[in-house]
Nanobody
Framework: QVQLVESGGGLVQAGGSLRLSCEAS????????VGWFRRAPGKEREFVAA????????RYADPVKGRFTISRDNAKNTAYLQMNSLKPEDTAVYYC?????????????????WGQGTQATVSA
């Protein structure tokens, strides 16, 4: 099973940017789809973005389209979530997840491995 560790969260003002990283260990991430999810206070965990295992296709939740970009660096065994034009409603704990040979699904149930999460806070 792949181990995932997120980093890059922090406090930023509205309109600012953060880049989250998801580093994998134990396996080669190249054969896994990677998804990013988030959980805001008092809300359910929701889909944010995903990239399929060949890295040829991405998908985004409507609230982040045009502002967030998911990518992967197979040489570094790491996936990224670049978050621009951040809004206070983007405040959440962000989790990355891995799905072996996955299509880059927006369904939490597809993903078998999860990181511990990283907090991103956007102030108004």
């Amino acid at each position: 099973q792949v181990q995932l560790v997120e980093s890059g969260g922090g406090l930023v003002q509205a309109g600012g940017s953060l880049r989250l990283s998801c580093e994998a260990s134990g396996v080669t991430l190249v054969t896994y789809a990677v998804g990013w999810f988030r959980r805001a206070p008092g809300k359910e965990r929701e889909f944010v973005a995903a990239i399929n295992w060949p890295g040829t296709s991405t998908r985004y939740a409507d609230p982040v389209k045009g502002r967030f970009t998911i990518s992967r660096d197979n040489a570094k065994n790491t996936a990224y979530l670049q978050m621009n034009s951040l809004k206070p409603e983007d405040t959440a704990v962000y989790y990355c997840a891995a799905d072996r040979y996955g299509p880059g699904s927006d369904s939490r149930e597809r993903y078998e491995s999860w990181g511990q999460g990283t907090q991103a806070t956007v102030s108004a």
